[in-house]
C-alpha cells in the first residue's frame, strides 16, 4: 500500500481560534473545515487542495496550540498539529489581528523556528483599512513583513497565496496532478461513536491520522484520508460518531452530522460500522437507513473482532439478527474484523471494489424491457377493482444512486409488495451486491409516446 503522489503541502499553525479553519476554507475554496467559536474544534489534520496560478498544492488545517495540554484529546491534538508541521515544506502561521500578541503565539514563534522551514506569518482578522494597520505590531514576531488578511472577508488573500507559492518548491510537471483522480473510489466510514471508525482508518494507514479516544465525539469533521492499493486510487472519509437526535447537544454537533450525512451522499461506497460485541441498535437502523435514503453502496463492518471469544456463534447470531430486524439488508455483504490485531483488515478493499463495480452497473434499456415482460408472464400482479397493474416501458435512469424508471398505466395499482418482488427479481438477475434500488414509477397512458 503506498499513499497517492502527493503535491508541496502547506501547513496552517497557530493558537486556537486564530481563524485557522477559515483561512482553510478560503485558500482551497471550499467550505470544507467546521468553523465554530468554540475551542478546539478542529482536532485531526484536515486535508484540501489549492491552487495559486497554475499552482496546486495541498493545504493541512491543524487544531489550535495550546501550553501544558492535561486532555488526553488535547494532548493527542498536539501531536497531530506537529506530524503536520513535520510534513509541510511551507507553514503559515496564524494570529490574532484583533488581540495584543500572547504568551503562546511567542511560545509558537520560537518551536516554528526549530523546523527549519519558510514561515509566512498571517495577521488574520483585518477587516478594514483602521484595523489593518495593525499587521506592524507583529513584526516582533521575528518572521519579516507579515501579511495583513481577512479570511473571513477575503481580504489581503492574493498576497499570501503569492507568497505560498513563491515558497513551494520545484517540482516537476507531472508531480502537479489533481488531489483526487478520476478513477478514484470514495468510500465512507460511518457509525455511532466509539465503533472504531477512526482506529481502521489508522490501522489502515498504518498511522494515526485521525485522533482516536475512548471520549464520545473525538472526530469531530469528515476526514479525507487519499492512498493507493493494488494500483487502485481510494479515498476514505473518517467521518464523526453519528448519535440520535436527542443525544446531540452542541451546536458543534450538528455540523459533525451534517459533514457525516454529506460524506453519505458523496461516496461510492459506505463502511457502514458496527461493534461485534453489541447486538443492531436503532441508530444503526437509522444510520442504515440514511444510507438507503442515499443510494450509496454499502458493506456492513462489524469491528473490533479480536474481543469476540466465541467467534463461530457470534457470527451465526449476527446473520440472525440481520434476518430478524433488518431484512432489507439480506443483499448487504457482512464482513469482521480487527484494527488491533489486522485481521481481515485489508480484506475490505476486495468488498468494496466488489459493490463499487455493483454501484456503477446499468442495464441496457432492451435488456431490462426483455426482464420486466419475463416477470410479468411468471408473476402477475394482483387485480384492484377490475384492474390490473401494467408496466408499459423500464428503463435505468441514474447510477450512484441506482435508479429505474417503470412507466405504468395507474400507479395506484402497485402495492408495496410487488414493487419488492420486483426488486428481488432485479437482484436475482443482475446482482447489485450491496447497492440500494430507488423504483420510480410514472403514469402513462397506453399507446401514448
Request: charged residues 30%; aromatic residues 8%.
Amino acid at each position: 500500500m503506498s499513499k497517492q503522489r502527493e503535491l508541496p503541502l502547506v501547513a496552517i499553525c497557530g493558537r486556537p481560534n486564530v481563524g485557522k479553519s477559515t483561512l482553510f476554507n478560503r485558500l482551497t475554496g471550499k467550505a470544507r473545515a467546521i468553523v465554530h467559536a468554540e475551542e478546539g474544534i478542529t482536532r485531526d489534520r484536515f486535508y484540501g487542495t489549492a491552487q495559486w496560478e497554475g499552482r496546486s498544492f495541498r493545504v493541512v488545517d491543524t487544531g489550535g496550540i495550546v501550553e501544558d495540554p492535561i486532555d488526553h484529546v488535547v494532548r493527542k491534538m498536539q501531536e497531530q498539529v506537529r506530524v503536520a508541521l513535520g510534513e509541510a515544506c511551507v507553514i503559515v502561521f496564524v494570529v490574532d489581528g484583533q488581540q495584543e500578541i500572547t504568551r503562546i503565539d511567542e511560545d509558537v514563534r520560537d518551536e516554528l523556528f526549530t523546523y527549519g522551514k519558510p514561515v509566512l506569518l498571517a495577521v488574520n482578522k483585518l477587516d478594514n483599512d483602521v484595523l489593518a494597520s495593525h499587521q506592524w505590531d507583529f513584526c516582533s514576531l521575528g518572521f519579516g513583513e507579515p501579511y495583513a488578511i481577512s479570511a473571513s472577508h477575503n481580504l489581503g488573500m492574493d498576497g499570501l497565496a503569492e507568497a505560498i507559492a513563491a515558497h513551494l518548491p520545484e517540482t516537476e510537471p507531472d508531480e502537479t496532478e489533481a488531489e483526487a483522480p478520476a478513477e478514484v473510489t470514495r468510500i465512507a466510514v460511518i457509525g455511532k461513536p466509539n465503533v472504531g471508525k477512526s482506529s481502521f482508518v489508522n490501522a489502515i494507514l498504518n498511522e494515526e491520522r485521525s485522533i482516536v479516544d475512548p471520549t464520545p465525539g473525538t472526530t469531530r469533521d469528515a476526514i479525507d484520508v487519499a492512498l493507493r492499493w493494488q494500483d487502485k486510487d481510494y479515498i476514505f472519509i473518517d467521518t464523526a460518531g453519528m448519535r440520535k437526535k436527542a443525544g446531540i447537544k452542541a451546536k458543534v454537533e450538528h455540523f459533525s452530522v451534517s459533514r457525516a450525512l454529506r460524506a453519505i451522499r458523496r461516496a461510492d461506497v459506505c463502511l457502514v460500522m458496527m461493534d461485534a460485541t453489541e447486538g443492531i441498535s436503532q441508530q444503526d437502523k437509522r444510520i442504515l437507513d440514511y444510507v438507503r435514503e442515499a443510494g450509496t453502496g454499502m458493506v456492513l463492518v462489524y469491528t473490533k473482532w479480536d474481543l469476540v471469544e466465541d467467534k463461530t456463534t457470534r457470527l451465526k447470531a449476527i446473520g440472525e439478527e440481520l434476518e430478524r430486524k433488518a431484512p432489507f439488508l439480506k443483499h448487504v455483504p457482512v464482513l469482521t474484523l480487527s484494527s488491533v490485531t489486522r485481521q481481515r483488515l485489508f480484506k475490505s478493499f476486495e468488498y468494496i471494489d466488489r459493490v463499487a463495480e455493483e454501484a456503477a452497473k446499468r442495464i441496457a434499456t432492451p435488456k431490462l424491457n426483455d426482464f420486466i415482460k419475463r416477470l410479468g408472464a411468471r408473476v402477475a400482479p394482483a387485480m384492484h377493482k377490475g384492474k390490473r397493474a401494467r408496466i408499459y416501458y423500464a428503463t435505468q435512469a441514474a447510477v450512484k444512486p441506482t435508479r429505474f424508471l417503470l412507466f405504468v398505466n395507474n400507479k395506484q395499482l402497485f402495492h408495496f409488495a410487488y414493487l419488492r418482488h420486483i426488486e428481488n427479481q432485479l437482484r436475482a438477475a443482475y446482482g447489485f451486491e450491496g447497492v440500494p434500488i430507488h423504483l420510480e414509477l410514472r403514469e402513462k397512458r397506453e399507446g401514448s409516446r
